[in-house]
C-alpha cells in the first residue's frame, strides 16, 4: 500500500476514567462461545487506551452483544453495542456485492473493460485494460486518491466540511503513478472502489448508494446500515470518533463524501453480522458469483499464506481456520468484521479512536489487546491448544491509513 506524507504525531492518552466495566449481555451462553473470556478479552481493550469499544459475536443461533469503556471522553456515558459506527471501508462488501448482483443479472460483466462503462472519466488504454475484476480486487494499478487527499492534519479539518464529487477524486487517483501493470498484483486503493460505484450509476441509471439499500439494506432489514451522503452526522444513538494526534475532539460529525462507496458508511455490529451471514451462506448472489468474490489475489504476494484479498472481501488464517470479511478505518472510527465461511462464528467490532499508532514502530497495546478479543471471539476454546498471542496473526488491516508507516488515513 502507498503511503502519504508522514506526520510527526502525538498519541492521545485516554484518561483511566474513560474505562468502565462492559454493559449488559445478551444471549445464552452455549456452542463455543466462552463469555468468561469474551468479556476478559472485552474489558482489557479500553484498559489498553481505547475510550470504547463495542462487539457483536455470533456462534451457530447463539449471540453475544457487549461493548466496555466510554462512548464519549468529554461526558460520562458508557459504550454500548447497538450504537451506529462508521465502518470504513466494510463499505467496500456491501459496493462489491452490488456489482456482483449486477453480473448475476447478466447486464455486466468481471472482464468488461472498465472504459466500456466510463469511456470519459478513463478513455483510451487503461480504459482498455483495466476491468471491473480489477477494480474489485485491487489488482487494477490505479493509485490510491486518498495517499493524495490526506496529507496533513489540515486536510482533515478541510476534509471534515467539504463536500466531494466522486470524480474529482477519481481523477485525482488517475492522476497518479501506477503501482502496478493491471491485473499484475494486489495494491490497495480507495480509487477502484469509487469507480466501480460510478460503474453501479451507470449501468443501473441509479444512484450507486440507493442500489446497495434498494438490493441488500432493506431485504436483510438492516435498520441501523445506512449511506449517509454529505449528511455529517450519525443519525441515531452512537458514539463519539477520536483522531488520536487531535486529543478529546469529537469528530463523530463529518461529511463523509470524501469515501462515497469507498467508505462511507454507517452500520451496528449486529447488522454487519447479518449481512455477511446473508453474503456467505449465498443468499445475496449465485453459487458461481459467490465463488468469484471468494477467489483470492495474495495481499503480500511474497507471504501468500498471509492472507487473500477476493472481490471486495478477504480471507486470513486464523488458530481455528480461515476467515472472512472485512476492516474499516475512518477519522475517529475503526471496525473489524470477520466470520467463518459457513457463517456459523462471526465477530464485528469497532473503537472510537483511531491512528494511535502513528509514529510507533512496534504494535500498540490497543492492536494486541483487540486482536486478543478478536481470537477469542473466532476461535472457541475447545479448537486451538494455545491461546498465547504468538498464534493469533496481527490485524490485517488492508484498509488502514495507508500503511503502518504512514500517518493519515484511508477508508
Known amino acids: 500500500m502507498a503511503t502519504s506524507v508522514a506526520l510527526v504525531a502525538t498519541i492521545a492518552v485516554v484518561p483511566a476514567s474513560a474505562t468502565a466495566q462492559p454493559g449488559p449481555s445478551t444471549g445464552p451462553a452455549a456452542g463455543g462461545l466462552d463469555r468468561a473470556e469474551l468479556r476478559a478479552a472485552l474489558t482489557a481493550v479500553p484498559e489498553a487506551g481505547v475510550p470504547g469499544v463495542l462487539v457483536a459475536v455470533r456462534d451457530g443461533r447463539h449471540d453475544w452483544r457487549d461493548a466496555a469503556g466510554q462512548a464519549f471522553l468529554t461526558r460520562p456515558r458508557p459504550m454500548q453495542p447497538q450504537l451506529r459506527h462508521r465502518i470504513g471501508s466494510v463499505t467496500k462488501t456491501f459496493v462489491a456485492t452490488t456489482v456482483l448482483q449486477l453480473v448475476d443479472e447478466g447486464r455486466l460483466g468481471l472482464d468488461d473493460p472498465i472504459g466500456q462503462w466510463l469511456p470519459d472519466t478513463v478513455p483510451g488504454e487503461r ?67 469509487l469507480l466501480a460505484g460510478l460503474i453501479i450509476e451507470a449501468v443501473t441509471g441509479n444512484d450507486a448508494a440507493n442500489e446497495v439499500q434498494r438490493r441488500i439494506l432493506r431485504p436483510l432489514k438492516l435498520t441501523g446500515t445506512s449511506f449517509p451522503g454529505t449528511d455529517p452526522k450519525i443519525r441515531g444513538p452512537h458514539s463519539g470518533a477520536y483522531f488520536a494526534p487531535f486529543g478529546v475532539r469529537d469528530l463523530s460529525e463529518f ?46 504476494p511474497e507471504q501468500p499464506e498471509a492472507g487473500g484479498y477476493g472481490l471486495g472481501i478477504y480471507s486470513l488464517p486464523t488458530p481455528c481456520g480461515e476467515f472472512w470479511g472485512h476492516d474499516g478505518a475512518t477519522i475517529g472510527h475503526l471496525t473489524f468484521s470477520l466470520h467463518s465461511r459457513d457463517g456459523s462464528r462471526q465477530v464485528s467490532t469497532g473503537v472510537n479512536i483511531s491512528h494511535y499508532q502513528v509514529g510507533l514502530p512496534d504494535p500498540h497495546p490497543i492492536d494486541i489487546a483487540w486482536n486478543t478479543l478478536l481470537r477469542a471471539a473466532m476461535c472457541p476454546a475447545s479448537e486451538v491448544t494455545s491461546r498465547s498471542t504468538e498464534t493469533v496473526p496481527q490485524l490485517p488491516g488492508v484498509a488502514r491509513m495507508p500503511g503502518n508507516d504512514a500517518a493519515v488515513a484511508t477508508p
Open 127 to 193: 480504459g482498455a485494460q483495466v476491468t471491473v475484476r480489477m477494480l474489485l480486487n485491487h489488482t487494477s494499478g490505479i493509485g490510491n486518491y486518498t495517499n493524495a487527499l490526506i496529507d496533513s492534519y489540515a486536510a482533515i479539518n478541510q476534509m471534515q466540511v467539504t463536500t466531494y464529487a466522486p470524480a474529482d477524486l477519481v481523477a485525482v487517483g488517475l492522476a497518479m503513478p501506477p503501482t502496478n501493470a493491471p491485473g499484475a498484483v494486489f495494491s490497495y486503493s480507495n480509487t477502484n472502489y
Open 255 to 300: 461529511n463523509m463524501s470524501w469515501a462515497w462507496t469507498a467508505g462511507e458508511m454507517i452500520a451496528t455490529a449486529a447488522d454487519l453480522n447479518t449481512f455477511f451471514r446473508a453474503l456467505l451462506g449465498g443468499d445475496l448472489l449465485s453459487p458461481a458469483t459467490l465463488d468469484e468474490m471468494l477467489t483470492r489475489v495474495p495481499i503480500l
